[in-house]
């Protein structure tokens, strides 16, 4: 069974795959918006609403990153 922190550990794997991938321009930075809206949602759930806060801002810098190509 997958536990919360167990979702949490995966997610944050992922988003520093993604990461590396942006970084080495294979993948595009808006793609990040998602992932870190999720994890925002995941750590809300948690209760530490300061995790929170950060990553929904990470979301919104990753989706603004469409406007400024």
């Known amino acids: 069974m ?3 922190s167990d979702a949490l ?3 944050l794997r992922g988003i520093d ?6 970084d080495a321009k294979q ?4 793609a990040l918006a ?7 949602k995941m750590y809300a759930e948690e ?3 300061e ?8 979301a919104t810098r ?3 990153a469409n406007l400024r190509r």
Do not use: K, W
């Open 62 to 64: 990753a989706e603004a």
């Open 27 to 30: 993948l595009e930075e808006p």
């Open 47 to 49: 209760g530490q609403e």
């Open 51 to 58: 995790r929170s806060r950060t990553y929904a801002e990470m």
């Open 2 to 4: 997958l536990f919360r």
């Open 17 to 22: 795959c993604m990461v590396a991938a942006v």
């Open 34 to 40: 998602l992932a870190y809206d999720n994890l925002s």
């Open 9 to 11: 550990d995966l997610c």
